[in-house]
């Protein structure tokens, strides 16, 4: 019973963290950039879904659409200001990452002060029977609006023009600016729709655990793991490692203290690192074991 | 320039007395500027990044703490053994993680990093957990044949703290010029090549990686005899980025990048009296623009203008 | 024997990159390793170099199985190699690259501070230098030479290891005509004097005919001609195999 209830709740988590993996995954297959702000773009993400619910118009699936819009054109500016000229460098990705880290979480606090900000949508006063288990409607709606997204994209990368160019340009550059792809519109592209995923991810969990500034923090470092675990390069793999990480960290406060909880899941990458250095979903390089 | 400094450090508190507020800032810089020679040497000469480095300060901190408190050890000898359990679990953590490829291990001392700090928190037998361990003793006097040098007045700590500083410069001074450092740069620029010339590279990197842990386990446990309490705050994830970044602002790969890393880092705040969020922010743009227009950090960004005045005077 | 290749095999999947070559060779000097695109020689040097494992097959160095060793460990054997893309410590000076490349490299030598004489190892390195012509640029970082220069001092740095084994794969490709002269010039010196086997692989037919003595030639994963230069280019097979 507890396992189903945990089951649910890590599926539930473990979709979040998926969407905000296949965003980095995206981004570093086709530009080969780690960007460690992606979390911060989640967390503003859950601040424009605030900020449209309470002075706009308090209806959650246009705040969700219009948080995720603003998430995309976030990322393209960053892509353009900041990433597009750090591609081949990999330690001033995270210093650049750390200093966007820095200023838009301190901005944040400036604007919007230390207190946490609530997001009020009816979902979360809906109860769904789901057998002997009641789950809220917002956590239905997340599972449902991730899988919707997911679908999209993957309909987005295989079958039109845009995202072929862009599963192209993640599997050979040089070769995919030979037929006439331009790189910068695939980057900037990327960096949108990855940046759109992770503002959409905080739009969807904000109701469900409040706004603030460091929102982002653990979904980055979840996100991370799902993205290595997956083997830094399958959109497949980061989707899986997502909803897996979600999944075993609810379990595990099953058999361990709550606060055990992150640990649990960094012992395990690092334990499947060692049986497959690249990931489960990797592939191992010339002259690896 | 790295002799200047130290001799200016130890002699600032005789030519600006009576500053005890300078000393207790300039004592918690230096607390921070030793591991951030440890993570100069793995990154700015191996070219390692390590996200998870404070936790390895933190092992020196808690084992030096508990042999002060526990054991009755003197300062020093609990400076050694903090320094040298910290490399310990630094090479227990390097002999998996080190076979990684570069992003994957980047988020692999990620994970290092926080499950070391977890264990900080949550291992209330060994670590009391988030108050973490107050009540460490004050260093005792040294006594030199007649000599008595008190080490527990906030100068007399002052003057400890710089000579452990000074003491982790020569390691990495000696490092860098030896041919084992040697060997390290030929790993950072090109690591085929190195292995081709016969460097063994896992080796190197495991050595590397343990020495650099033991150097920030020293800093570690100098700042839990400093702040008098081991606690888990000072060893957190958000503490070990803050090391990558003072590394970086300095200049990685430079001898004296630490120092002066950590200079900017600790008189910033003191320079822009405001409040702290806007303060952030400021160096959060400052990190940005670091990265896009001198990824050597000031120091590197200081020589290069050098390199154009002169080129201007010759022309 | 001093050196020799028996039965190396290699597949990719369905193809077939290296299939059962076979050379021995007595003593040292000048072998030059040649066939035309896709014949498997950049295949066989990954794994004369430790870069690959082989299928099946033995490398062997005198009478010792050298095959899937480590790069380094090969390297304390006595092998020196050179890089397809050419690769120097582009951040260290020229003669910084010679005097690392002569340094003693095992850890705990390095750590305990046992090291080659540093006054013998810049004499031989600044003697090489000259030998190549580039004692201007001893003082000058290796990023910023020309690729014919930096070529040159990945060979000599490889040369100033004193080796037993020297590989070196497409010396010729990319270097002007006057430096390859003189690439040309110090290895026919150092070669011979140094008592070093040097495997060459090379697509500049000229290159590989002034320098070896022998060459073999492979084609299609294997060993079709081996013998002298004159031999070789007369060998109807060889043409055919080039030109088909």
Known sequence: MAFLEQALNGLMMGSIYALFAVGMVLVFGVMRVLNFAHGVIFMAGGYMCHAVMTHVVAFYPLALLLSAAGGAVIGAVLERLVFRRLRESLPMQIVASLGLILMVQNGVLLLFGPEAVQISVPAMRTVVPLGPLGVTLQQVLIVVVVGVAMAGLHLFLTRSRLGTAMRAASQDLQAARVVGINPDRVFALTFALASGLAALGGALLGPLFLVFPAMGDLPLLKGLTAIVLGGMGSVGGAVLGGLAIGVLEAESTLLAPTDYRDLVVFAVLILVLLVRPYGLFGRRLRGEP | ?315 | MLFEVAGISKRFGGTVAVDGASFAVREAGIVGLIGPNGAGKTTLFDIICGRQRADAGEVRFEGRRVDGLMPHRLARLGFARSFQECRVLAEETCLDNLLFAAQEKRLWRELLGIVVPPRRAREKARALLAMAGLSRFENVLAGDLSFGQRRLVEIVSALVTEPRVLLLDEPASGVNPTLLGTLHDVLAETVPQMGVLLLLIEHNMEFVMSLAGRVVVMHQGAVLADGTPELVQADARVIDAYLG
Not at chain 2, 67 to 91: C, E, R, S, T, Y
Not at chain 2, 97 to 114: K, M, Q, Y
Not at chain 2, 224 to 247: K, M, Q, T, Y
Request: proline share 5%; with cysteine.
């Open chain 2, 1 to 315: 320039m790295l002799l200047g400094l130290g001799v200016a450090a130890a002699l600032l508190p005789v030519l600006v007395p009576d500053q005890p507020y300078a000393v207790q800032v300039l004592t918690l810089s230096l607390c921070s500027v030793v591991p951030a020679v440890g993570l100069n040497l793995l990154f700015g000469y191996t070219g390692l990044v390590s996200l998870g480095h404070m936790g390895f300060a933190g092992v020196g901190a808690y084992a030096a703490a508990l042999l002060m408190k526990q054991a009755g050890w003197g300062f020093l000898p609990a400076l050694v053994a903090g320094a040298g359990m910290a490399g310990i679990v630094g090479l227990l953590v390097g002999i998996p993680c080190l076979r990684l490829r570069s992003h994957f291990f980047i988020i692999v001392t990620l994970a290092v990093g926080l499950i070391l700090g977890t264990l900080f928190n949550n291992l209330d037998w060994l670590t009391g957990g988030a108050e973490g361990l107050p009540g460490v003793p004050r260093p005792r006097p040294l006594l030199i044949g007649e000599l008595r040098i008190v080490l527990g007045t906030a100068v007399g700590f002052y003057w400890m703290a710089v000579a452990v500083t000074v003491a982790a410069f020569v390691v990495q001074w000696a490092v860098v010029r030896s041919p084992f450092g040697k060997s390290l740069a030929a790993i950072r620029q090109d690591e085929a090549m190195a292995a081709a010339r016969g460097v063994n590279v896992f080796a190197h990197k495991l050595a590397v990686f343990a020495l650099s842990a033991a150097i920030a386990g020293a800093g570690g446990a100098l700042r839990a005899c400093f702040l008098r309490v081991a606690a888990p705050s000072s060893f957190d994830l958000g503490e070990s980025i803050n090391l990558v970044a003072v590394v970086i602002l300095g200049g990685a790969g430079f001898q004296a990048g630490p120092a002066v890393g950590s200079l900017v880092f600790v008189a910033l705040p003191e320079v822009l009296r405001v409040a702290s969020q806007a303060r952030l922010m400021v160096f959060g743009a400052l990190l940005v623009v670091m990265a896009l227009y001198s990824p050597r950090g000031l120091l590197g960004a200081a020589v290069a203008l050098r390199r154009r005045m002169r080129r201007a005077d010759a022309v």
